[in-house]
């Protein structure tokens, strides 16, 4: 399993051979948030924008983020 690191996040990355990308996890949520790019530094942008969707979301349901 090969982690990425991005500040204090982490994502389990694994390569999808059907889309032909590299698919991101960001682990320690309460719920789920992807991503995906050809690149690290395309990994690394979705990483912060889905994290960004994910917490935005959680803040208007009034979910707690992390585990």
Do not use: H, W
Not at 5 to 27: P, S, Y
Not at 42 to 54: F, I, P, T
Request: net charge positive.
């Amino acid at each position: 399993m090969n982690i990425m690191t991005l500040g204090n996040i982490k994502a389990k990355i694994v390569f999808d051979q059907d889309a032909e990308l590299f698919r991101g996890e960001i682990l320690g949520l309460t719920g789920s948030a992807n991503f995906y790019g050809k690149t690290v530094v395309e990994l690394k942008r979705e990483c912060k924008k889905s994290l960004n969707v994910y917490l935005n979301e959680c803040a208007r349901r009034a979910i707690a983020p992390y585990q």
